[in-house]
């Protein structure tokens, strides 16, 4: 018997590779806006911790349009896919955008 284990494995596009449309664009529903408040205040949560009453498609899909905006990073920890902003290389690239995040 052969016991084979999934991992997901998650790309994230090079900065400079993402443009402030696409950005914006992410940030242009409420709820990815929500997401994105709740992982600058944590620093780190997975996907079952956030604040957030969607269905589990309609939440991997949000989480898939912010990573592929280059918003989020997102790692897998045994089971548990833990998630973060990417701050410091996104504040290189797009300044003070996050922190109108933080104060919205």
């Known amino acids: 018997m052969?016991?084979?284990?999934?991992?997901?494995i998650?790309?994230?596009?090079?900065?400079?590779?993402v443009s402030l449309s696409q950005?914006?664009?992410a940030l242009s529903d409420p709820c990815r806006i929500g997401i994105m408040q709740a992982l600058i205040a944590e620093k780190e949560l997975?996907?079952?911790?956030?604040?957030v009453?969607?269905?589990?498609a309609t939440l991997s899909h949000h989480m898939a349009v912010l990573r592929d905006a280059g918003l989020i990073r997102?790692?897998?920890?045994g089971t548990?896919?833990?998630?973060?902003?990417?701050?410091?290389?996104?504040?290189?690239?797009?300044p003070g955008l996050l922190d109108l995040l933080k104060a919205a």
């Open 80 to 94: 548990k896919c833990l998630n973060s902003v990417r701050m410091e290389a996104f504040e290189d690239y797009f």
């Open 2 to 8: 052969y016991l084979f284990t999934y991992v997901k």
């Open 46 to 51: 997975a996907c079952n911790a956030l604040p």
């Open 10 to 17: 998650y790309t994230h596009p090079d900065l400079e590779q």
């Open 53 to 56: 009453s969607v269905a589990k």
């Open 74 to 77: 997102t790692r897998v920890e």
């Open 23 to 25: 950005v914006m664009q």
